[in-house]
């Protein structure tokens, strides 16, 4: 018995070997200084790690576009791949973990299997368009309120650009009072940004800048935020336990507010997120995180966000602090199927400005227009005492739904958002109760849907409705009659990608009750616009 199992042993042995030996001349392993060509390297690097490939990809989430790093799919292949290859040197392939002294390669700098032993994959197959997996790489996941759970010991750098051209119906060849340029057919940079990551085992710090030209040439801190962490997970759909930030980051309130403008298809947010939030970022502190299929965000903010109308912009004209917060979760049903959503709740105060004492003086109307004062022209302004600036309550509530299913075609993408709010409008008809006299009641709500065509095109449509004063009334023939304010607008669009390109042209199409007719009667503005954008990553 003996014999036979040192011959069992010794034919296991030659099988090892000659294994190894056939693994090894696939690798094309380094040729011994006598043997090796004058131009060949000493050693074969090893392809990025899992954590490299995370954050070289991060800046946004990519929503019907491939990877910018092919070779890492974001989702795994329905092709069953082999083991992946050593990473060290008691590491050794299936066959040669029997107690066989291994070879020399088999070292720490051992080169990695090629991509062909790894996957039956051609090598220039592209990545599946996306999964939950790609959203949290890019450091925006699906369910917003968290941030990037990838890691990575080094300064991760990266960005995008969104050129793009616009024609809108009211744009005029003329100058509003005051200076303002009522020409709206543009050539526009609208985003131009840069990100810097960092991660250490206990923390993460973000900054990034955006450069545009909306309001004539402008760079801006669009984001600063530094997070001490706990709880990461190897998931990349899965956020850390509990994730403290303090700095500037994007409210997370509802769906659209953080997903990334990259990722996005359609040009901008709904009219109802621009009028609520029409910026994204707020300074404050934010407390968010996960576990299994839940998640959750809170943040305490100035209550001001970037390009807020008020003309605040990011400075609390108050002491109150905003408190915003998003309860969601998110189920995956193998890798071609997503169901996420959640309920969201923001509340605070508004501010509304005082008036400054004015000194008695003497003003001069012209009445007859004919350039001289006469008599009864002058007028005496009494004195007035300043008005102290007072805080009025505003709130919302909300609820969003994100579907996403993958087929043959692609991503389909189906997903919607509701909000109820009390005078919190800072983006369209600004909401100021102290000046109007009573409390404003707004509602809004879109529903959209994005399908990939393969891997070079997306089409979509987005359905949106805001109403930005559910109370209001108009006075026609000495009555006050309901007046109907809400906007709704049809935003068709189709795109094209190619590598980390993407050119996109929408349509919207604006029905609302802003104009008048001859008669006077409230009718549809002709407003309409279209935009064709072409975007690249960095």
Known sequence: ????????????AVLSCVSLAVRVRAQAPVLPPSAAPPSAAPDVPAPPTAAAATDEAATDLEIGTTSEQPAAPALPSPVPAEPAAPT??????????????APPEASPTA?????????????STPAPATSTAVLAK??????????????????????????QYEWHQDSV??????????????????????????????????????????????????????????????????????????????????????????????????QMGRAFFPGEPDVGARLSGGTAVLRYAIAVTNGEPLDERSGFGLQDPNSNKDITARFGAQTKFGD??????????????????????????????????????????????????????????????????????????????????????????????????????????????????????????????????????????????GKLIPNNQTVRTYSPFIGLTLSSLRLVFQWDIVDDHLARDTRGVPSDLANNQWTLRLQGAL
Not at 111 to 123: H, N, V
Not at 151 to 160: C, T
């Open 173 to 270: 060849d003329q100058q509003a009072q005051g200076g303002t340029l009522l020409n709206r057919d543009r050539f526009l940079l609208r985003r131009g940004r840069v990100r810097v990551a960092k991660d250490w085992d206990w923390g993460q710090a973000i900054v990034e800048l955006d450069g545009n030209t909306s309001r004539g040439p402008t760079v801006r801190l669009q984001k600063a935020e530094v997070s001490v962490l706990y709880g990461r997970s190897d998931d990349l759909d899965q956020p850390p336990i509990v994730q403290l930030t303090l700095g500037q980051f994007d409210l997370p309130f509802g769906f659209e507010t953080t997903y990334a403008s990259k990722a996005r298809w359609f040009m901008e947010r709904s």
């Open 336 to 477: 071609s199927f997503v169901i996420a959503g959640g309920v969201s709740w923001n509340q605070g105060k508004g501010y509304h400005p005082g008036t400054d004492a004015v000194k008695t003086g003497v003003a001069f109307r012209d009445l007859n227009e004919n350039g001289s004062v006469d008599n009864g022209e002058l007028f005496g302004t009494p004195a007035t005492q300043a008005v102290p600036a007072k805080n009025f309550t505003r709130w919302a509530v909300g609820a969003d739904l994100q579907c996403l299913l993958r087929t043959a075609l692609g991503w389909s993408m189906l997903y919607g958002e509701l909000v109820l709010a009390s005078n919190l409008d800072r983006g369209l008809v600004i909401a100021d109760p102290v000046l109007s006299g009573s409390d404003v009641r707004e509602l809004g709500y879109y529903v959209a849907f994005t399908q990939e065509i393969t891997r070079y095109g997306a089409a979509g449509f987005r359905y949106d409705v805001y109403d930005p004063n559910a109370d209001f009334l108009d006075k026609r023939g």
């Open 138 to 163: 890019a450091g925006y996941p699906l369910t917003p309120g968290v941030t990037a759970t990838g890691y990575d010991s080094g300064f991760v750098l990266s960005g995008y650009l969104q050129a």
């Open 88 to 101: 060290g040197a008691n590491e050794t392939p299936a066959a040669a973990e029997l107690p066989v002294a």
């Open 111 to 123: 080169p990695q299997p090629p991509a062909a032993e790894q996957s039956t994959l051609p090598a």
């Open 1 to 12: 018995m003996i014999v036979r199992a040192q011959y069992v042993l010794l034919f296991i």
